[in-house]
């Protein structure tokens, strides 16, 4: 343990982003002369340059490949700006329903954006990218992206990489890395409960992991069982709307929407009593997105399957054709934007973004936080510096950032402070069930056993949440276990006959 080790055997992990936080993740590992880059993402509670991972803290002409785990905005959003503003030169690897998802996020991000500057905007989902690149960017650089498939082995430059399904969100996955005999694996964000459409993750079979690299989202947290959480949900949805409010569900435009979508649908569909209430999933996205939800079925649960082969047996009997398949909603209907929403009576609305921070949610918020019979309902994990995030703690007032640009709202009753800023009552109620499919505490610390690597990297994850993993993880078993923050060099020996 205590004698030198040469510095060829060392492997060397840096985050310039998603260190000790969540948020803008990106992680570069190098080992005998590789260099491979773990994503490129943003940071929701930030904007323009300070969203960015610390890329000028790092040469990125020396990447050999980048490999992307999945679409949210904090593991891919920043790749056109690498592409297209960084010497980066190395190849960039994503799966088939990762790429086909990303490139329409990207390109309505950016539309968003110059709605949001040109006027206030009505429409749209994940308004993140602020100016780093412009569509021409996005469009230019797709060509540069590989495809991959899952639970298969891609060879660049001496570096074998394989992808496994992460759970998640459709397309994720976890990154089994082979440099010079030593086997990484990156778990990107992850879940193992069991969902209705996506695959759970599970370790990679009969493969020695010398390092692990693991997200830490929840620390050591337990989520409620999957069931109980389902029928918490319901509870807190149906009872807004039996007091006669408005039940917000501010949501990623695609991704866990989706699995909160079936969720609705089927209750709806054995709850007569809740059918006069509409479901609206209010996204520009929403039916490109479910057209790559209906081509990837291959990429989906057992569940799914048979829902589809179901719908097409049935369908081909039809006269016209047509099959009802586990995407096509019968009580959920899509909207493009709030111009034509009918506001009127109860009703529960999907909007996007995620964390609140502009866009279609901000402003259903702003009109809807007023009346205490309305309610918001978090699903997803809410990262520091956002609206999802200070709401929880249920302020008595929140700044409109929506509502005051253009024109007086006399009719929310705010109250003017200072030139223009502006705060709205809070009065609607607030509850959190998570549906962000991420392990919680225990999940995490099974697979990490299970996965049984010497070395173990905690990331994406908040300081305090990481720490209290840590301690856990070094109580139970012999291994090391880094936490490091943005820009820390780790430096880790691997001796030449552990990995021959
Ligand atoms: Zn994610
Ligand atoms: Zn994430």
């Keep these: 343990e205590t004698e030198p080790v040469d510095k060829a055997d060392e492997l060397t992990f840096i985050a310039l982003g998603g260190g000790a936080e969540v948020g803008r993740s990106s992680h570069i590992i190098q080992y005998k002369g590789k260099t491979v880059m773990l994503d490129a993402g943003v940071h929701p509670g930030y904007e323009g340059f300070a969203a960015l991972p610390f890329y000028d803290e790092f040469d990125l002409s020396t990447v050999d490949i980048l490999l992307i785990t999945h679409f949210h905005m904090d593991h891919a959003a920043s790749l056109p700006y690498v592409l297209a503003k960084t010497n980066f030169s190395g190849r960039v690897y994503m799966t088939h329903p990762t790429k086909a998802i990303y490139k329409w996020l990207m390109q309505d991000s950016v539309r968003v954006q110059n709605t949001h500057i040109a006027s206030s905007a009505t429409s749209g989902t994940d308004g993140y990218v602020n100016q780093l690149f412009n569509e021409q960017d996005i469009l230019n650089t797709l060509p540069m992206i590989q495809t991959i498939s899952f639970n298969t082995t891609h060879t660049h430059n001496g570096i074998r990489f394989t992808p496994y399904p992460a759970g998640h969100v459709l397309g994720a996955c976890m990154y089994l890395i082979e440099i010079a005999g030593l086997n990484v694996l990156f778990t990107g964000d992850y879940s193992r409960e069991d969902d209705r459409h996506l695959i759970p993750a599970s370790i990679p079979r009969s493969v020695r992991v010398d390092c692990l690299i693991c997200e830490s989202t929840f620390g050591i947290s337990s989520h409620i069982p999957r069931l109980e959480r389902e029928t918490a949900l319901m509870k807190s949805i149906t009872g807004i709307l039996n007091r006669g409010g408005r039940a917000l569900l501010p949501v990623f435009a695609v991704g866990r929407s989706q699995e909160l979508l079936l969720i609705l649908e089927d209750y709806w569909a054995r709850h007569e009593e809740y059918r006069k209430y509409p479901i609206y999933y209010a996204s520009s996205l929403a039916r490109k997105c479910?057209?790559?939800?209906?081509?990837?079925?291959?990429?989906?649960?057992?569940?799914?399957?048979?829902?589809?082969?179901?719908?097409?047996?049935?369908?081909?009997?039809?006269?016209?054709?047509?099959?009802?398949?586990?995407?096509?909603?019968?009580?959920?209907?899509?909207?493009?934007?709030?111009?034509?929403?009918?506001?009127?009576?109860?009703?529960?609305?999907?909007?996007?973004?995620?964390?609140?921070?502009?866009?279609?949610?901000?402003?259903?918020?702003?009109?809807?936080?007023?009346?205490?019979?309305?309610?918001?309902?978090?699903?997803?994990?809410?990262?520091?510096?956002?609206?999802?995030?200070?709401?929880?703690?249920?302020?008595?007032?929140?700044?409109?950032?929506?509502?005051?640009?253009?024109?007086?709202?006399?009719?929310?009753?705010?109250?003017?402070?200072?030139?223009?800023?502006?705060?709205?009552?809070?009065?609607?109620?607030?509850?959190?069930?998570?549906?962000?499919?991420?392990?919680?505490?225990?999940?995490?610390?099974?697979?990490?056993?299970?996965?049984?690597?010497?070395?173990?990297i905690l990331v994406h994850g908040e300081k305090h949440n990481m720490n209290r993993l840590k301690s856990r993880l070094l109580g139970l078993q012999k291994m090391k276990v880094y936490s490091p923050a943005n820009c820390e060099e780790v430096h880790i020996p691997f001796r030449q006959d552990k990995t021959a």
């Design 290 to 456: 479910m057209v790559v939800y209906q081509t990837y079925i291959d990429a989906m649960n057992d569940n799914i399957r048979n829902k589809f082969q179901a719908a097409q047996l049935a369908g081909s009997g039809a006269a016209d054709g047509a099959g009802n398949g586990p995407w096509d909603f019968q009580y959920i209907r899509s909207l493009k934007s709030l111009e034509r929403f009918d506001d009127v009576g109860g009703c529960v609305m999907l909007a996007s973004p995620g964390m609140m921070q502009n866009g279609v949610s901000r402003s259903l918020l702003e009109r809807w936080a007023p009346d205490p019979k309305n309610g918001v309902v978090i699903t997803g994990y809410s990262v520091e510096g956002t609206m999802a995030k200070s709401i929880m703690l249920e302020p008595d007032t929140i700044p409109a950032v929506m509502t005051n640009r253009n024109q007086p709202q006399g009719g929310l009753m705010s109250k003017k402070l200072g030139d223009d800023k502006v705060m709205i009552p809070r009065r609607c109620t607030v509850q959190e069930y998570s549906f962000a499919a991420h392990v919680d505490g225990t999940e995490n610390r099974k697979f990490i056993e299970e996965v049984n690597a010497p070395v173990v």
